[in-house]
């Protein structure tokens, strides 16, 4: 009879135990730690987020501020060219000094600013990197063709980048 009582009591102790398990409800002190981890896991993403966001709008106005300089920059070239044409036609040896001298200080203004003339000479291989042909002429007798005849416009770099291409003529 023992027997069959301590197995009553065993029957009657196992479905307690898995009950009680299957029951059993996280403490307060869990629901907290449970709480305080995805609190702490969204804060790790936000940080991040921002963190990205600030890095993000610093190089975009980085880059504003770099295309707004060269924009400006772009917009003076004009002037130098100015400054060549007058250059060029004028007639008397004191009216080219002085021009002279106003183009080297624009041109020590712009290097100050990283910009360069792309050096282009009549004669040299053409190169659509650096060119944009604007008029093809016949090549002369002994003339190669694909050639710089004539250079219209000079061309502008800064920073390695072209901001104008030359505007030459080229052989045919």
């Known amino acids: 009879m023992a027997d069959k009582q301590d197995k009553q009591l065993e029957e009657q102790e196992e479905p307690l135990t898995e009950e009680s398990e299957v029951a059993k409800e996280p403490t307060e002190l869990e629901k907290a730690q449970a709480a305080a981890e995805e609190y702490k896991r969204k804060w790790y993403a936000v940080a991040a987020e921002y963190d990205n966001y600030r890095k993000r709008t610093q190089t975009q106005a980085a880059q504003a501020y770099q295309d707004g300089k ?27 000094a002085g021009i002279d001298k106003i183009i080297k200080n624009f041109n020590n203004i712009l290097s100050t600013l990283g910009v360069e003339e792309i050096p282009l000479n009549a004669g040299d291989k053409f190169d659509e990197s650096v060119a944009e042909a604007v008029m093809n002429v016949p090549a002369e007798d002994g003339e190669e063709p694909n050639v710089i005849k004539l250079i219209l416009k000079k061309g502008y770099r800064r920073e390695g980048k072209v901001i104008r291409f030359a505007q030459v003529s080229v052989t045919i």
């Open 70 to 96: 060269a924009e400006a920059i772009l917009k003076l070239l004009p002037v130098a060219d100015t400054f060549g044409y007058a250059y060029d036609g004028a007639s008397d040896e004191k009216t080219k």
